[in-house]
Structures are given as C-alpha cells and as structure tokens.
C-alpha cells in the first residue's frame, strides 16, 4: 500500500527541516511525500530542495492559503492513503507509518487516526498537552469530540466522492472535512492507540482574540453546513472536551 503525506509550507523555514526528516526517517518503505510551497519569501524552498531527490513531488507556487495548497496536493496524490502532515509538525516516532498502513491492511477501513502531543515550540520535548483520541463513531461528533486531524489518514478515493477542503470556512476547513466524511458520511474509521504526531503550539486559528473568534464562527457554520443537531451546544461541548488534554 503506498501512503501519500503531504506538507504545505509558507515561510516555515524555521521547523521545515524536521518535519521533512520525520518522513524521510519512516521504516515504513512505501511512502510518496508531496510537499507544496506557497512561494515562500524566506528559505523554506530552498530548505525543501535540499531533499528533492527524496520526495515524490515539490512545488513552489502562489496559492489561496492552506487549503487550497493542501487540495493541490490531494489532486496530485498517487497514493492509496492521504495523510496530513503540517509544516511545523513531526511525526513522532519512525514507526508511525507502518502502523497506520497495518492498521488500513487489518481493519478494511476507510480512516485512521491517532494520538497527538502538543509540544513547545522551540522545545519539542516538553509536553503541554496531550490529545488522546478513542474508538469513536459519528454519534460522538455530534457531541463536540473529534480526531486530531493532523493524525488523519483517509483513502484517497474517498477525496473524489466526498471532495476536499472546502476553502470558505477559514481555519475551519479541516474541522468541516471532518464532519463531512466522519459524521454526514460516516466513514468508517479505526483508532490507532499510538502517539503520532507532535504538534508545534500556536496554530494560526489561536494567533489572537480576532482569530479564535474567527474559529469559533466557521466552526458553528461547519456544524450547521453538516446538519449537525445543537451546534451551539456541540461547540461548547467542543470547548470543554479541551481541559482534559491538560491532565
């Protein structure tokens, strides 16, 4: 089975080289790793150069922000399985591809997905929270859980079914993908109890007060989009499932 990650950079040279590493360092041999530029105006590309020979695709283009970078690489995508991988990120252990493609190859399931640290920034090795997921159905989207998208590894064929990321929704277009495929769809999806990815803090949807705002809006849009019952209800809920990752 041959496994796509994708990875979209603007001017992320300061974390870009991990990230990238992390990939190449896979045990797992069967990896197409697609990485898409934004035109960075600092050196993530020239970063990214340094490893062409190892990646399947590199493309340094204008774009319409994450997701429509992320939607390119989807259609670029030759793998059975896309996975997500962000540009500050690192997959946590070499291991983690393989898993997921013997969790795909066991389970005959349409999604995996794991668990997730977030770490410091400038000190991946401190921990400041940890989300941990469980065996889940759509039943506990609707009462505000979800994954941890960056562990989210979905076929591919599913992408031209039920479409990619749909640029409206801000910060919020993962969050809406996921409501579409795991609870208007529900696609049948495996819980792998392993630590997959180390997530840098401070994403761009908690840049500032205007942002989270922001967040909160396309979040309550994406449960209505959805049908989802209650949304205003969910989305506290949503909020609330977070003090656990503290502890």
């Known amino acids: 089975m041959k496994i796509t990650i994708i990875t979209v950079v603007y001017n992320g040279e300061k974390y870009l080289k991990d990230c990238i590493e992390s990939v190449l360092n896979q045990t797992y041999g069967n990896i197409e790793y697609i990485v898409i530029d934004g035109q960075s105006s600092d050196s993530s590309f020239d970063i990214a150069k340094r490893y062409v020979n190892r990646l399947a695709v590199l493309l340094s283009e204008p774009d319409k922000g994450m997701y429509d970078a992320l939607n390119k690489g989807i259609s670029l995508a030759t793998g059975e399985v896309i996975g997500i991988l962000n540009a500050d990120d690192m997959l946590s252990s070499n291991n983690v591809i393989e898993n997921v493609a013997r969790v795909f190859a066991e389970a005959n399931v349409n999604a995996v997905y794991g668990d997730l640290n977030y770490v410091a920034p400038e000190q991946p090795e401190k921990i400041q929270r940890k989300w941990r997921s469980k065996q889940a159905s759509h039943v506990d989207l ?3 859980w979800m994954p941890a998208h960056p562990t989210l590894y979905i ?6 079914d039920n479409g990619g990321y749909q640029l409206n929704y801000g910060s919020a277009a993962d969050y809406e993908l996921m409501l579409r495929y795991l ?3 529900k696609v049948s999806a495996k819980y792998l ?6 997530m840098r803090s401070g994403g761009m949807s908690n840049q500032s007060w205007k942002h989270r705002y922001s967040a909160l809006v396309n979040d309550y849009k994406a449960l209505q989009a959805n049908k989802v019952p209650f949304p205003a209800l969910v989305l506290l809920f949503k909020k609330l499932r977070k003090i656990e990752q503290f502890f």
């Not at 076929?155 to 031209?160: D, E, M, N, P």
């Not at 109890?193 to 180390?198: C, D, H, I, Q």
Request: a positive charge; aromatic letters at 12%; glycine letters at 6%.
């Open 142 to 144: 609707a009462r505000g």
């Open 155 to 160: 076929r591919t064929s599913l992408f031209k």
């Open 183 to 185: 609870y208007k769809h």
């Open 193 to 198: 109890p392993m630590l997959m990815v180390s």
